[in-house]
């Protein structure tokens, strides 16, 4: 599976600004030499890199700056939303409508992953399920920040009190990443 480097550009920028520069490089020389060579080169936020070398970058963080706590990637994924959505990808928000935003979980889901799928089902008028299936690859801190991202999103199309839990995760061994959100 691969994902898209600005996955990996938007973690390292998050180090760089939560922790500064030479956070980033205790955090890149605790990787093998192949993912460092990767991750120092300038990267392509619209290339595809392979998932394992954004999951290394993952552990690195959890141990160098988490101190082996992975809830810091939640506010990763936060960070990354209002980065993304804020720029170039401005077109997904839909202002007033956090429900319509949540109908395009399927079309944002490609944006980042090369293999699965998502899905989002509306529960209630501020309420959904969102699923994804079929992920070849997948991880703890991966989820938490799509929990992040997508909270900091919906608070951006005008939703409060967002609140997001994972109750089915495959990193847990389950079959699928189910995320149960509210907002009022």
Known sequence: MEIKGSILESRLQFVKDRF????????????????????????????????????????????????????????????????????????????????GFMLRAPLIYHVYYDKGWRDYKPTGPTSGVMTTYEAETYSTADCLTVMGWYKQALKMCGARKVDMVEDTCRARGDDCCRYLVNWS
Do not use: C
């Open 20 to 99: 500064g520069p030479d956070a980033v490089e205790d955090v890149l020389s605790a990787l093998p030499a192949s993912d460092q060579a990767i991750l120092r080169a300038p990267l392509n936020s619209a290339g595809w890199y392979h998932f394992q070398t954004g999951q290394h970058l993952d552990d690195a963080i959890v141990q160098v700056i988490g101190k082996g706590d992975a809830r810091l990637f939640e506010e990763m994924g936060a960070a990354s939303a209002q980065q993304n959505l804020t720029g170039i990808q401005k077109f997904y928000l839909d202002h007033g409508n956090p429900q």
